[in-house]
């Protein structure tokens, strides 16, 4: 039997890490760590989505030109809105909050837009993780589809800090979808939601400070009746 707190225990431990060591994560135990993610429940159990794990020079190739559009200031349509537009001010404000922790955990001042730029672009490099994730969703599934396809990541990165790993959900690749696609062969059929970062974390780097607050339980839970 699990101890009570177990997952409470995990659930806090696993944060957002951008600094990795170069110890490799063996390919059977990143092959079970997607078999625990893939027991997530899914409506009329769909099971949607795919992960793609990307290397070699495939994912050099990828990673150079999605930082050389960053750089070029160049825009592709996305597959599917990630942010409202225009963003509520509360929401605007949890934004700002963690994009402070980030900059501030490695000293970046904010108004250092090269500092910034040069850090965010390290998003399509994956953060430099021996594993490199692509996910995928299939082109006309339902909204719900994108519900079930979070929970199959959020169990996968669980499932890695369950065995040391640490993880980071990458939400820039989104915004090259035509690139991603273009490098990794793929058809206008599979629309590309995130990508994630898998590796054993450097417990030296700076980034790894980095803490995001959660908002209170009233903020998001009542009881009616």
């Known amino acids: ?17 951008r600094g990795f060591t170069d110890q490799l994560v063996p390919d059977d135990m990143l092959r079970e760590l997607l078999v625990s993610a893939r027991l997530a429940p899914s409506g009329a159990n769909l099971q949607p989505g795919s992960f793609i794990q990307v290397r070699g020079a495939v994912r050099e190739g990828l990673s150079q030109a999605m930082s050389a559009a960053y750089r070029d200031g160049s ?7 990630y942010f409202p537009d225009p963003m509520p001010g509360h929401l605007r404000r949890r934004q700002v909050a963690a994009a402070r922790a980030l900059y501030d955990s490695i000293g970046i001042a904010r ?19 021996p594993v490199a994730l692509v996910v995928t969703i299939e082109r006309g599934l339902g909204s719900g589809s ?3 396809l979070g929970m199959a990541l959020y169990g996968l990165l669980l499932a ?16 090259y979808p035509g690139l991603v696609r273009a490098h990794l062969g793929l058809g206008p059929e599979a629309h ?7 590796g054993y974390a450097d417990a030296d780097a700076p980034v ?4 995001t607050s959660r908002v209170d339980l009233d903020a998001f839970f009542r009881v009616v009746g």
């Open 146 to 148: 994108f519900m079930d």
């Open 111 to 129: 108004e250092d837009r090269g500092g910034r730029d040069q850090q965010f672009e390290r998003n399509f490099r994956f953060f430099d993780a």
């Open 160 to 175: 890695a800090q369950s065995r040391g790993l640490a993880s980071c959900a990458i939400g820039a690749l989104a915004s």
């Open 192 to 198: 590309i939601v995130c990508g994630v970062a898998l």
């Open 208 to 211: 790894n400070r980095t803490r």
């Open 1 to 17: 039997m699990t101890a009570p707190d177990a997952f409470a225990t995990l659930a806090r431990a696993r944060t957002s890490v």
């Open 75 to 81: 825009a592709e349509a996305e597959d599917y809105s």
